[in-house]
């Protein structure tokens, strides 16, 4: 078990450009979340997978924002036509469904910068 | 809304000094509680959780946290702070029969000498 997984650590992007994040989750986890986390704030919820299922998003992730999870392992963010605004640790979580007190193990994040 | 608060963004404290972090909680329901600690350049990482089973937590390296419902809080504790002990600390609330947390702005703790 290596924990959760998330590539690439770092990503410079122009406004404008198409950026795409992966994140592992830990192999036998079902749920994984994303998080978005800035300069001196908390992270805060984006959206949650069970299995493939996407059971919720927050109101932050805009048409723009695009996560998938096609066969209940690893999971995508996408974001298109980048804005300056998106600049900001996107963070990756999993848990096992074991009722409401199960653990968010994180990832390192993603750091994005958009110039 | 929940919601959480912690109070003070930056704590300083010298080695071997009490350690006292604040949190207070906004919840309609009696909710799941949760401190993560984050190093830099690292994902964040559970320190205690709150199951409603005793108020008093205790967590990893020496930290515990006490549920006051009468308070709404849940401050974070230690003893004796150590150098390692420098880092970012989350509150987070997982309101019941939700299934995501929301956390709080954050404390950065800061050991000196």
New interface residues.
């Given amino acids: 078990d290596t924990g959760?997984s998330q590539n690439p650590r770092h990503k410079i992007t122009k406004r404008g450009q198409n950026v795409t994040f992966r994140c592992d989750p830990i192999s036998e986890h079902n749920?994984l979340?994303w998080?978005r986390q800035t300069l001196?704030?908390?992270?805060?919820?984006l959206t949650?997978f069970?299995n493939e299922a996407q059971?919720?998003k927050s109101r932050l992730l805009s048409d723009r924002f695009s996560a998938e999870r096609p066969k209940g392992s690893f999971s995508t963010l996408e974001i298109q036509r980048t804005e300056q605004g998106d600049s900001a640790m996107y963070?990756c979580?999993s848990s096992k469904e074991t009722g409401?007190?199960s653990?968010?193990?994180?990832?390192?994040?993603t750091q994005l910068s958009v110039l | 809304a929940q919601s959480?608060t912690?109070l003070g963004?930056h704590v300083s404290v010298s080695e071997g000094a009490l350690v006292l972090l604040r949190c207070n909680y906004s919840s309609s329901v009696p909710p799941?509680l949760f401190w993560?600690v984050q190093y830099p350049?690292?994902?964040?990482?559970?320190l205690l959780?709150y199951?409603s089973a005793a108020t008093l937590v205790k967590g990893i390296n020496g930290f515990e946290a006490e549920f006051k419902k009468s308070e709404t809080s849940f401050h974070l504790t230690k003893p004796s702070a150590h150098m390692s002990d420098a880092a970012e600390y989350?509150c987070?609330v997982?309101p019941?029969?939700?299934?995501?947390?929301?956390?709080?702005?954050?404390t950065r703790l800061a050991v000196h000498p």
């Fill in positions: 959760v749920r979340y998080y001196g704030q908390g992270p805060e919820f949650y069970q059971l919720e963070l979580a409401s007190l653990e968010l193990f994180f990832g390192s994040g | 959480v912690q963004s799941y993560y350049n690292q994902g964040l990482q559970l959780k199951t989350f987070a997982k019941g029969g939700y299934n995501k947390l929301i956390f709080g702005a954050g």
